[in-house]
């Protein structure tokens, strides 16, 4: 790979590209990217032998640097994928900023060294876990107050139209931004929501990208149904499936969010780390 040649955006996914990129280290939403789970782009170094890689997350809608940071060919041509491969590609989404994180701090001097002179903005954000080292089995009723919680499975989702779910879509969506599509969530997750009486979907709380024995988890609320005990219910209900299933959990959130960090402390998950999140504009 030359100094002016740009990376290659890898078309196949699996796990033997996982095995070249991921780490103890990576976050679990950009593995399930590169390992096929979960929609995004991978741009490499080798299509043969890939060592770094710039990883899109459509879930997210954002990106991370994988592998290793003090790769040279990868690093001269950085400036390059960005201008001309990955501005493109965010424009065509209507997004005007670059935002990233990465895998491992000796990134950050390479990203400062070849993006140019742009102005930095950044934040942090926390990440929680739940190891399930044991099987246990714990009974809940299918109510949290007056709300009806149903399992998100291929069943319900088959049966939408039929059980007259005025905004399905909700559901549907945030299943599709995550999965790529309901039938690749339906194979590969998990997850609940809670209904109100009148058959609208209030909360949900799923598996939002999955790696090995990890799966990440996603939580909405809908605004007006928030601060009413849905999104810990829910959470806790589906810890309790990854727990049947030998599943390790998840949960990432900004700093900033104290309801969402009160949510994952109630559910039982236990704060792991915290990272930063960097972004430019253009």
């Known amino acids: 790979m030359s100094e002016d040649e740009i990376m290659i955006l890898i078309n196949e996914r699996n796990e033997w590209l996982a095995s070249k990129l991921v780490t103890s280290e990576s976050d679990m939403m950009f593995a399930g990217v590169v390992v096929g789970n979960n929609p995004g ?44 491969e ?8 209507d997004t005007s900023y670059f935002e990233f994180s990465v895998d491992s701090e000796d990134w950050y001097s390479t990203i400062y060294q070849h993006i140019g002179n742009r102005k930095i903005d950044e934040s942090y954000q926390y990440v929680y876990k739940s190891i399930i080292s044991q099987h246990s089995q714990v009974s809940y009723d299918d109510k949290i107050g007056s709300f009806k919680v149903v399992e998100i499975d291929e069943a319900l989702m088959l049966e939408l139209d039929k059980r007259e779910i005025n905004n399905a ?8 931004q995550y999965w790529g599509t309901v039938s690749n969530y339906i194979g590969k997750g998990y997850g609940y ?19 090995q024995s990890t799966h990440t988890i996603g939580v909405e609320t809908l605004e007006s149904y928030r601060k009413q005990g849905l999104s810990s219910g ?30 994952a402390e109630k559910a039982g998950l236990k704060q792991a780390h915290r990272y930063k999140i960097s972004w430019f504009h253009f």
Not at 65 to 79: E, K
Not at 195 to 204: D, F, G, H, K, Y
Request: with cysteine; proline share 2%.
């Open 169 to 176: 879509d909700f559901l549907v969506n945030y299943i599709k």
């Open 86 to 93: 990955v501005i493109p590609f965010l424009k065509k989404k």
């Open 193 to 211: 929501a809670a209904l109100t009486e009148s058959n609208e979907v209030a909360s949900i709380a799923v598996s939002s990208a999955k790696f």
């Open 234 to 263: 829910l959470v806790t209900r589906l810890l309790q499936t990854f727990r049947d299933h030998h599943i390790d959990a998840w949960w990432d959130c900004m700093d900033s969010n104290l309801a969402s960090q009160k949510t």
């Open 41 to 84: 782009e991978v741009w490499v170094d080798d299509a043969l032998n890939p060592s770094s890689a710039l990883v899109w997350s459509s879930g997210l809608g954002c990106f991370t640097f994988m592998g290793n940071a003090n790769n040279r060919a990868f690093n001269q041509s950085l400036a390059k994928l960005i201008e001309d």
